[in-house]
């Protein structure tokens, strides 16, 4: 488990607009695949940054469309 310092670094490297790119969020020295958006109550982002994003983003999409060819 995450201590508070490091929860701490984690949600204020989330919360500086240099490492927004527009809606899209860019960290290399953020860890973290899925972060909370700079105002809470807009939900979650992906780091960019990440490779697995990437992964994980093309995975949603072939999943909704396998689901939207086979259950047709």
Do not use: E, H, Q
């Amino acid at each position: 488990m995450k201590s508070k310092l490091d929860k701490a670094i984690l949600d204020s490297m989330s919360r500086n607009p240099n490492n927004w790119k527009g809606i899209f969020y860019y960290n290399p020295g953020d860890s973290r695949l899925i972060v909370r958006k700079i105002n809470p109550s807009m939900g979650w982002s992906f780091n960019f940054a990440s490779p697995y994003s990437y992964i994980t983003l093309a995975f949603i999409i072939l999943i909704t469309i396998a689901a939207i060819v086979f259950l047709k």
